[in-house]
């Protein structure tokens, strides 16, 4: 509906119910329109919300409108946004690049999807599969804990089976090695304690 309503400008109601036939279209109006997202005057729509025209001031997680046809939407599609996880646990930074639609495999991704109860990726439902709704503070914890012991070797040995290496592993973070243990994947600031996924 919104996409009708970018392209014809003062459309009635009427227009409106013959192109949506399927849809409750007067409760779905006085929806948008109590939230601000549509504008009714002298009995026509319109949209009540600016459309993006430049990525200067965008923010990540921003609610924002974009025409697909604009050069905007495709420098959309290529923006990258930093996210940083850390924990009151230790000083473990996890420094993760991104995209705007948060499509990318990140555990920052991963928290916020879940959170906002977005669908996941196919590889974000790998890794909710392994880890569920849980606590991110939790789950960091146990991670950066795991991190941290790169300080002291190049790898790690794991006896006993680790849903938090596991995910480490889906995430990208780490590799297990031939040997069976597992090395770094990612760069590692050892004096600042950060971890960088790009």
């Keep these: 509906m919104n996409r009708y309503l970018d392209q014809y400008e003062d459309v009635i109601l009427r227009e409106i119910k013959a192109q949506f036939p399927d849809i409750a279209v007067d409760k779905l109006m006085e929806e948008y329109i109590k939230a601000g997202l549509i504008l009714r005057e002298n009995k026509r729509y319109y949209l009540n919300f600016p459309t993006l025209e430049s990525l200067d001031s965008l923010e990540l997680d921003q609610e924002i409108f974009v025409r697909e046809a604009s050069p905007v939407y495709q420098a959309l599609l290529e923006q990258s946004f930093e996210t940083e996880l850390r924990n009151q646990i230790n000083a473990a930074i996890l420094v993760e690049k991104t995209d705007f639609a948060r499509i990318k495999m990140t555990l920052s991704n991963y928290f ?4 906002q109860q977005y669908p996941l990726t196919e590889k974000q439902q790998e890794l909710y599969d392994i880890l569920g709704d849980v606590n991110p503070e939790y789950v960091l914890k146990y991670m950066t804990a795991f991190l941290l012991k790169f300080l ?9 089976r680790d849903i938090f290496v596991d995910s480490l592993v889906v995430l990208g973070y780490i590799v297990q090695n031939e040997d069976g243990k597992y090395e770094l994947a990612i760069d590692f600031d050892k004096e600042r304690l950060t971890f960088y996924l790009a």
């Design 112 to 115: 916020y999807k879940v959170k």
């Design 152 to 160: 002291k070797k190049d790898q790690l040995m794991q006896k006993c």
